[in-house]
């Protein structure tokens, strides 16, 4: 998936700077604001592309470039999505080898890293300094998003406890938070924030056109692939006003290209394809420029092209939906005078709807899969921002899920055919396969508990892995589960049967992990009792033996006289010796 010079629905990762284009401006102002206050607040309408700026911009700039300070351009990155417990969150960050220290991993370190930022304010800046590790560079601590902790209780202390580091001159400390402008309402507890907001906020604002031309043009000269002069016009104008443009973009630009190189042969990316790709739905207006200017690749407009059901709009307040109703009913007319009036038409399905309806629809035997297919497909994380969708080929999904082709097709296939709510279309072994509609993700319950189901998952097991490099290559016996927790994870492993290509997912050392939990039910008297001998078969009674019928004992009678041998001849007689004398 490497050659693929679009993202999709996901954001950016650091390793694909090459084709991040259009930011330039923003990089270097937001480094310059870190810069000067060593404090930056991220500002932006949500989708704006905040996270993709912080990853692809602003770390590898500061990572290959620096800037003047105290320790170069020397750069150690903690990015953490405080939740439910803010400061742990940031003790977990700060614990990880090479930061504080050089040291391995331990839980009393960790548990003395969060004793000391809970105390005091300025715990951060006592940890830097009685850390002789972290003097040879300068530490970024990303805080994205911001926005999923402004409701916890400890949210003001973890505040203060990044903004005092960051204003302290005898630290090497930056702090940056990505903040979605629809939250600043909510952060009026927090006055160090709102005080710092005057100096170090910073406002990402859309792409512009010519920003949009670039974004769309140089990833492509990455790839070594054209498009047209026509198409890329179309998208710039067309996206140049939209308030969500880089989801659309990324989104319309990844189809676009797959249906592209489905078509080989083809040197230039057209406008057939991003018609193909993208769909009836949202694209009538492009069909109808194409018309205008004369496009001989133009199709005719019709009533055919519109949708079945329009897009879901987004859903007013109750307060608005209640005004609503009132005002419809002061207009519409009275109940007699609309006998004849036909009934309105029944409200199309949003893609969260379409979705439910098509899992209830599939057979018990494929529910299950459908299920492990979209947690394989999405990923919630807990200490990093989290990347909602994960691409996979079909080859992937086996592995991961140990099943057929032709069955995880079967099941795929449901989606595609109602509202493309998987992508793309023809499903090949090698191609990626993601969500094609990123709405659900958010309004589809059902997946929503999906994501968290495997979240818990990924981090029980992540957990007994990393325990069991503890154990055995490090010798650490206090590594090994015991008691109810050993008993709890028991009652995982066996609820779940998870298969090997799902583990390494998350962790390589599966291996190590299951006879980890081997070796801990032995030492602590839990390994399952040895299965019971077979029964031993009854031995058969003895057959009585047939009465026989009384006879008396037989008569006793002489026994015959023995007859005598005849006496042995006597032996025969010596006979004398002949002597023979000699004469004289």
């Known amino acids: 998936m490497s050659n693929i010079p679009f993202p999709g629905l996901r954001s950016f990762k650091e390793s694909e700077k090459r084709l991040f284009f259009g930011r330039d401006q923003e990089i270097w102002q937001l480094k ?22 912080l990853r692809c911009g ?33 003790a977990e960050a700060l614990a990880q080898p090479g930061i504080l220290n050089n040291q391995r991993l331990t839980p009393d370190f960790l548990e003395e890293i969060h004793k000391k930022l809970s105390a005091n304010v300025n715990g951060l800046v006592d940890l830097y300094r009685s850390s002789e590790f972290v003097q040879f560079f300068n530490l970024l601590i990303i805080v994205d998003p911001f926005d999923s902790a402004l409701s916890n209780p400890t949210i003001n202390h973890f505040t203060n406890l990044l903004i005092r580091a960051a204003k302290n001159p005898q630290v090497a400390v930056y702090v940056v938070f990505s903040l979605s402008t629809t939250s600043l309402p909510q952060i009026s507890h927090l006055p160090e924030l709102v005080e710092a907001l005057q100096q170090s906020s910073f406002h990402l604002h859309p792409l512009n056109q010519s920003e949009l031309e670039i974004a769309i043009k140089n990833p492509l000269e990455q790839a070594g692939v054209k498009m047209e002069d026509a198409l890329l016009k179309l998208l710039v104008e067309k996206l ?19 249906e592209w190189k489905n078509e080989q042969g083809q ?129 992937e999904l086996q592995d991961i899920l140990d099943s057929e082709a032709a069955t995880l097709r079967q099941v795929m296939q449901a ?31 059902r997946l929503r508990d999906w994501m968290d189901e495997e979240q818990q998952n990924a981090l029980v097991y992540t957990n007994i892995a990393k325990r069991a490099e503890r154990y055995f290559l490090e010798d650490d016996q206090e590594a090994l589960l015991k008691g109810p927790t050993l008993k709890e994870t028991l009652e995982w492993k066996k609820a779940n049967k998870f298969e ?23 030492m602590d008297g839990q390994a399952p009792p040895p299965p019971p001998p077979p029964p031993r078969m009854a031995e058969p009674e003895p057959e009585p033996e047939p009465e026989q019928e009384y006879a008396p004992p037989p008569r006793y009678e002489a026994p015959p006289p023995r007859e005598e041998a005849p006496p042995s001849p006597p032996p025969p007689a010596e006979r004398p010796k002949i002597v023979i004398k000699k004469k004289t």
């Not at 998350?506 to 039910?521: G, S, T, V």
Request: hydrophobic share 35%; charged share 25%; aromatic share 6%.
């Open 58 to 90: 602003l770390v590898p700039e500061l990572k290959e470039k620096g800037f003047p300070g105290k320790a170069g351009s020397q750069w150690k990155v903690l990015t953490i999505q405080p939740d439910k417990d803010p400061i742990k969150t940031l």
């Open 32 to 53: 310059g604001r870190l810069r000067h206050n060593r404090l930056a607040i991220l500002l932006s309408p949500p989708k704006m592309g905040k996270t993709s700026l």
């Open 240 to 258: 140049a006003t939209e308030p969500d443009q880089l989801v659309k973009l990324q989104e319309s630009l990844w189809k676009t290209w797959w």
């Open 500 to 522: 090997q290509g799902w583990a390494e997912q998350y962790h390589k050392k599966f291996n190590l992990a299951m006879e980890f939990l081997n070796i801990c039910q032995e």
């Open 415 to 445: 989606f595609v055919q109602q509202g493309s709510l998987i992508f793309p279309a023809q499903i090949r072994d090698n191609d990626p396969i993601q969500l094609g509609e990123p709405s659900i993700l958010e309004e589809w319950q």
């Open 267 to 395: 040197e230039v990316i057209k406008k057939s394809h991003y018609l193909k790709a993208v769909g009836a739905r949202g694209n009538i207006v492009a069909k109808a420029r194409m018309a205008d200017e004369g496009d001989p690749d133009a199709e005719t407009l019709s009533m055919e092209d519109a949708p079945a059901s329009a897009p879901p709009e987004k859903k007013p307040s109750k307060v608005q939906s209640l005004l609503d109703n009132l005002a419809m009913e002061e207009d519409s007319p009275r109940m007699e005078e609309q006998e004849d009036t036909p009934p309105p038409p029944p409200p199309s399905l949003s893609p969260s709807q379409i979705a439910d309806k098509v899992y209830v629809g599939l057979s018990s035997e494929n529910r299950p899969l459908c299920k492990r297919i979209f947690q394989a497909l999405t990923l919630k994380t807990k200490d990093t921002p989290p990347e909602t969708l994960r691409p996979r080929t079909l080859l």
